[in-house]
């Protein structure tokens, strides 16, 4: 991002609020363009400084953009990057930060305009809030973002989008999009299954006796249903393995109790100790 | 609890040593005594403020105190309080804080010297961390205390316990030790279980990856094993309910996902939402 470049930021939430602020803040002299279809929204986001300058035209917002990073649902960014493109500079580069990749690197693989690139992106940071008004300068600082680049992808183009992120204080990490999609299935959308289903089975009985340990443990269940219908829907294979080996292991520890095995229920409790532990707090 | 009495803490830990701060800061003219194996530890403990005095010896330790807490392993309470009993003035009354109750009060509800009660107690707190390091005079703040007491305990003893926990800041609630079990199996000891069982399921790579999410989901498999194996032990058919509920469910919506069927999925989401959104943040 050189001085006196562009980024377009189409869907200025959380996420894309969160990156307009931290480009505002560490490359002040990159203009920021917030595109959406909510006026309100964007007015807020201009208040709240996550971008320079606001507009409801995706034609106007990205004509002068180097970099156009959408932020809309992921069951969307297909169709969002193939519309955006045809508006775009000769030598722009368009990222997302969509939580599944397969399907949209696949769709977004060919039929571009020429001299338009695509490079898929996950920054792996979030909340279980959205809205420009949880955005945050600092949610990018030392989290990772997985970038996605195929073997058509051109290397300027995936060197733009590392530094990118990487400017705004993020570890890097390319993977390809079927290895992303299996990690996070695991990392992301398993908890998610795990968490929601945990917490749709209570009663309000029992909701008063909960304590930190149930408020942690289904903390991402407030998360927008809609949109984690979008990404179960993009990662269906790749989830629904993860919740059958979710589904041996729970039936394994619950064998192990039903037994009186505590070597076996005790192997789990480590295990799981050991990788929570080397994350820290 | 009258100014001059004494509190014993037997345990003093992350729960014992945060009553004992609580009780210090709030009723200044009560007397904690911490009692533990450990020297070291009581030491600790008495440098932090958590007690005003500390012992190795039960004998003396409980000889004067008109409350005695035992905030020992859960399996172990039941030999403890019987231990305690006998060296205990005629009128005192013992707690615990033990994350299961049948068994506990089922095992003291006879058997125990005259003029000595026992009522069962579970304050809702607590941490993955443990240790006196970790104890804090807020712990019990607006948070949830259980109390157990069956026919034969004596009104007396149920004031007593219950006023204790309300003056350190607690909210006490009353349910029959099955009741309690019951409850906290889906409201601890399941999440603990598909916490940790989750937790066990990842490799190093996927830990990369891992955000705020995952963090969240698995926090609490970080939390003692030894102890955890215990609290499964002594409720262990509630929980093995609670796993076999809690399976059926995510096998719903896993064939939910598979037959993608979005409106079962939506509302496993949305329950799980509502209830979450009922606690707060």
Redesign the interface.
């Known amino acids: 991002m050189k001085p006196g470049s562009t980024v377009a930021i189409v869907g200025v939430g959380l996420i894309g609020g969160s990156a307009g602020m931290a480009v505002r803040e560490r490359l002040p002299k990159v203009r920021v363009i917030g595109i959406g279809r909510n006026r309100n929204r964007l007015n807020k986001a201009l208040k709240l400084g996550a971008v320079d300058q606001i507009t409801t035209s995706w034609e106007q917002g990205v004509a002068d953009a180097d970099l156009v990073i959408v932020c809309t649902p992921v069951g969307q960014i297909v169709n969002h990057v193939r519309k955006l493109a045809e508006f775009c500079k000769p030598g722009a580069v368009i990222t997302d930060a969509g939580s599944t990749k397969q399907t949209i690197v696949r769709g977004l693989s060919k039929g571009l305009p020429s001299g338009i690139s695509f490079v898929g992106s996950h920054p792996?940071?979030?909340?279980?809030k959205s809205g420009v008004q949880f955005a945050d300068a600092s949610l990018y600082e030392d989290?990772?973002v997985?970038v996605t680049p195929i073997a058509a992808t051109s290397d300027s183009a995936r060197k733009i989008v590392k530094r990118f992120w990487k400017r705004i204080g993020a570890k890097v990490?390319e993977l390809k999009p079927a290895e992303h999609d299996r990690?996070?299935a695991?990392?992301?959308h398993?908890?998610?299954?795990?968490?929601?289903?945990?917490?749709?089975?209570?009663n309000d009985?029992?909701?008063?006796?909960?304590?930190?340990?149930?408020?942690?443990?289904?903390?991402?269940?407030?998360?927008d249903?809609?949109l984690?219908?979008q990404i179960?829907?993009e990662n269906?294979n790749d989830?629904?393995r993860c919740?059958?080996?979710?589904?041996k292991?729970?039936?394994k520890?619950?064998q192990a109790?039903?037994t009186?095995n505590?070597r076996i229920?005790?192997?789990?409790?480590?295990?799981?100790?050991q990788?929570?532990?080397?994350?820290g707090?």
Chains 1, 2 share one sequence.
């Open positions: 792996m940071a979030g909340s279980d989290r990772t997985v990490i990690a996070v695991m990392i992301s398993l908890p998610h299954v795990v968490s929601s289903v945990l917490s749709s089975g209570v009985d029992q909701l008063k006796l909960a304590s930190t340990g149930w408020k942690d443990t289904t903390r991402i269940a407030a998360a249903p809609d984690w219908l179960f829907a269906k989830v629904l919740i059958d080996s979710y589904m292991k729970l039936d520890f619950r109790l039903e009186d505590q229920m005790l192997r789990y409790l480590e295990t799981g100790k990788n929570r532990d080397a994350l707090s």
